[in-house]
């Protein structure tokens, strides 16, 4: 089994923060090696279309979606597999299901999402 699994969504208040995780695990990511892979998450709300938040490569450059500098942080940890999306101050328009990806010549993979609600 190839997984993405993605934890620590939830339902915050707006303002406040909260910090994804999303552990990778599969013959894939040994064989080719974890480092090797482009890490990105996702978000889809309703009615909207998925879009790109944050990406990570294996030298470390990230890059954002322009409505989350400055707020959100991606890092990754190679020796865990594992990637990190750190959500700071929130915002309601945040609501989305949030979705980790992993790509390797143009190979993706991609996990079953987490629910993050930004609501009082």
């Known amino acids: 089994q190839v997984q993405l699994v993605e934890s620590g969504g939830g339902l915050v208040q707006p303002g406040g923060s909260l910090r994804l995780s999303c552990a990778a695990s599969?013959?894939?990511?040994?064989?080719?090696?974890?480092?090797?892979?482009?890490m990105g998450w996702y978000r889809q709300a309703p009615g909207k279309q998925r879009e790109l938040v944050a990406r990570?490569?294996?030298?470390?450059?990230?890059n954002y979606a322009d409505s989350v500098k400055g707020r959100f942080t991606i890092s990754r940890d190679n020796a865990k597999k594992t990637v990190y999306l750190q959500m700071n101050s929130l915002k309601p328009e945040d609501t989305a299901v949030y979705y980790c990806?992993?790509?390797?010549?143009?190979?993706?993979?991609w996990g079953q999402g987490t629910l993050v609600t930004v609501s009082s």
């Open positions: 599969g013959s894939i990511f040994s064989i080719y090696g974890f480092n090797n892979y482009a």
């Open positions: 990570i490569i294996s030298t470390g450059s990230t």
């Open positions: 990806n992993a790509d390797r010549l143009n190979r993706e993979v």
